[in-house]
Every structure is written in structure tokens, then in C-alpha cells.
């Protein structure tokens, strides 16, 4: 361990979601991701860090398509006993006046950067159900899953006797351990104010979201009816973040420190969040990612080299094939170009963009010239994201040789198909994606982006050199005039530059896949992300 880390300042980072790996599948998307990865990073690089999480017994539903090509959801038991150690602690929440008991397990193989776990799923519990699934609900249930996290967690740390300089809320789901902060220096005879004050000192926060309903909010009655106060009063609770309780809200006022996830949402979330006075500042660190977990070092090797980028890319591209074939039973055409598309199934993300100008677009897929391959779920609940998801099979099935839809979407899909695909595609509604850590994953492998300028891809696009944008930043209150844009622009670009290079120009494909690695293998890893928190966050 390197000396100077250790007079670094202690972390304890909260999140909902974890992602890890297939054993450890406690995530629905990206958030999950990134603290994965951060995770990963901590331990790789020596940080002082402990992630605090929630032992999902369910995880996030096992999204499937049936026989008519709709989506359902299906859950499954988990089962950790090999991959997690028992603390012999266990901590109690009070929840809706029922006392509820927490076990914290810790996950064996982070050994230097400990991720603990809270379960209550014990016998004896009433609320066993709460750490059930991720996101399984919202309101009440929700409220008891976030007191679970945030007051279970601060309280485990107490019981395992951690030190903590600095606590992270990953997203404002964790806002409830800065209550837990507040009630106990109350307790030693702070008054509010006083406490208030000093807990926002020991507090940093990324917020993700810049969709405005995102932003989870609960009516202050729900919150003191659930007791997530913790002794504060009403009138207490609207002077953090108002009524409705906007959790983000109160976690920019309860952090002495924030951050957004890339530069482009910095300026977004600064806007967003404008009108709230009383706020911490909102600095931007861009998210970067594990190259160990999503990057295939001998890619890596070959940029740096200069030589064999295409056929160890080629490689990568035949074991996607060879996936889908085992998964879907159809098999792409190695020769030809394969665009990856895996997204959240959600409007603003327009998953059925490329295919909005069928009479542009179907010749190609006819012959097999473009081939896509789309993977994505929606929250269990929502039945518009559902729809998108089942257009997307039912564009499959019209053209079952060239499109492809993969169900459950996964981390093995997601490193997949940002090892294997040609290019990587987003469209989203700019400004309304984050960061986008799936296109680092696919730049680093060699995979080029194809992307609006929206999340990271502002910061690294070089056009035409190691990738390629379109829609030129635009923006527009109308969303017929926004989508028509990008429509033309992803054709324009798609049609007269990325499928002529392919096949016409192998050897400028080559350049490109090089200067899109060397790009961004370091300026979007974990090491570099790690290095701002500390820099920007954490430092006291
Ligand atoms: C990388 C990854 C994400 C995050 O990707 P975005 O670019 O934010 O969409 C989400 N889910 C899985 C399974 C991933 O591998």
C-alpha cells in the first residue's frame, strides 16, 4: 500500500445497487454499475474506502420476452453463502414503529475496500421483505429500503467500530444515513442547526439524474408517518428539502460537496438545481470505468503496438456471435458491420431512432449491410418502457437476420456486445443522459462510438477520428423538432460515414479503433475518477 494513501480521509459510499459480476447481480443499471466499478478501483488502487450496500434477496427482476414478444419480469433467490461472510453484527432500524433488524454481511473479496451488507431477512423479522427487491416498489416501501441503507448503514459502521472521515451518498437513496448523522450529535446536545451544520461537513453526493421525475420525492407526512425523521420535526424536515420531500434536494443541502457525473451534466445539474438556495456546489467528475472488468487487455496491447487491432478485435466480434447464436439461435455475419444498442428501456433514450425512416434504413437490413444488436430492460413497473422494449423484438422478428434483440440485460451482454459490436450507438434526448459509462466500455475495446453529443462523449469525441457524433448538440424544447433532427443527422453520418469506412476503408477503420483506445484508456478509468473524488470530494 502506497504511504500516501495512508493519510488519506476514510470513505464510506453508499449505494443501492452494486454491480460486481454474475454472482453478485444486486443492480438494475448504470448507478449500480458505476459503484461496482468504483469499488473495484478502491481495492485496485488502495483506497481507504468501504462501500455500505443492501443484501438484495432478489435482486432486479429477470426481465424475459414471452412467445407473443412482450416483456415479463421473473425473480429469483440469490444465494451468497459462498461469496459472503457473516459479521455476527446486526443493528436495528425503527421502521413505521416496528423495530426491525438488520444483519450486516460483508463480501469476503473485497479485502482492503470492505462492501457490507444489510439483510433483514432474519427469523424473526416481520419486515423481512424490505431487502427483498431493488427498486421493487415505491412510497412507504421504498422509504424502509433507503432507512434500511442509510440508518442501518451508519449504525453498522458504529457496530463494526469503522472510522469514517468523509460519507459518499451515491444518489440521494442513501440521504437518510445524514439524518442518522444529525440525530446523534443531537443526541449529544447539538440543536438542529448546530447539527445540521456539522453533518453537512462529514457529507459528499453524486447526483445522476438530470431527468427532472427522476428525482424522488416523498410527502413529509409519509416520511414522519414511517419514522425516516428520526426525532426531526415537519417543520424541520421542509427546511432541508421542502414538501414534498425531495431526497436530492436534501442531499445537496446536507453535503458540504457534490458532483455530477460529467461535464455536460454538470452544467445541466447547476441548472436543474439552480433555484435551491442553500445547496453545496456541484462539480463535475466524469464517471470512468474498470478497465479489468470490460476491457479486453489484449486490444489494449495491440493499440499500443500499433498492429493486429482487427484481428484480435475479430475475435472479440466472432465470441459475440457465437453468444448470440447460443442465446437467440441466430447467427450475424462476421463480415458485416454489427452496431450494438444496450439501454434502459426508456422514451428519452428512442432505442427505435434508427429504425424511425424504414424506407432509409430497410434496404440495409434486408441485405444484411447493417446488422443490430439491442439489449435493454424496464423497471418492472413501467409499461410504456415495456412497449419500447417489445417494438424492438417485434423489429426482430420482421427482419430476423439482421436485427437482434437480447432479453435480460446484463453485465455479460453488456461486456459482450462492448467487446464484440462494430460500433456503439446512443441516441438519447440531449441533455438527458448523464454520463454513459457502456460507451467507455466500448471505446477502450476498440469499439467506435457512434453517439450524440450528450454525457461523456463531449469530452472525447475527435469526429471521424475516433468516432463519430450527430445532431451537432442540438437542443430544443420540442421534442418532434429534436427527433427529426437526430434522425437525419444519425443517417447522414451512419449511411455516408461509418458503413462506407467499414467497407471501404478497413484500413482507416483500424486508425480509428487505435485513437479511440489511446484516447480514453486512461482519461475515462476508475484510477482517474478516483484521483478527482479525492482531489474535488473528499479532501477536508
Ligand atoms: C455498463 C452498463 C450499464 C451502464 O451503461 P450506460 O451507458 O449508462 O447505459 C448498465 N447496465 C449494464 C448491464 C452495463 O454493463
Redesign the pocket.
Known sequence: MPNNKKTLPRVAYFCMEY?LDNQFKAYA??LG?LAGDYMKGAREYHYPIVGIGIRWKQGYTDQLIDKQGQPYDTYHNYNYDEIMEDTGMTVNVQVRGRNVACKVWKLDRFDNAPLYLLDTDVPGNEDGWITGQLYGWFGEERIAQEMVLGVGGVRALRALGIDVDVYHFNEGHALFAGFELMREKMEDGMTFDEAWTASRNQIVFTTHTPVIQGNESHPVDRLMYMGANLGMKPSQLRRLAGDPFNMTVGALRLSRKSNAVAKLHGETANKMWEHIHGRSEITAITNGIHLGTWVDSAMIKAAEAGKGLWDTHLKNKKALIKFIKERNGVELDADKLIIGF???AVPYKRSDLIFSKPELIAPYLHDGKIQIVFSGRAHPLDDRGKEIAANLVAMSRKYPKAVVFLEN???S???ALTRGADVWLNNPRRPKEA?????M?AAMNGVLNLSILDGWWPEACQHGVNGWQFGDGFESDSETELDNNDRDALYKVLLEEVAPTYYDNRKKWEEMMRASIISTKEAFGVKRMLEEYYELLYKI
Open positions: 454491480g443499471g448504470g454499475i444496450a439501454r434502459r440485460y446484463d453485465m451482454i453488456g461486456a454520463s454513459g459509462t457502456s460507451g466500455k
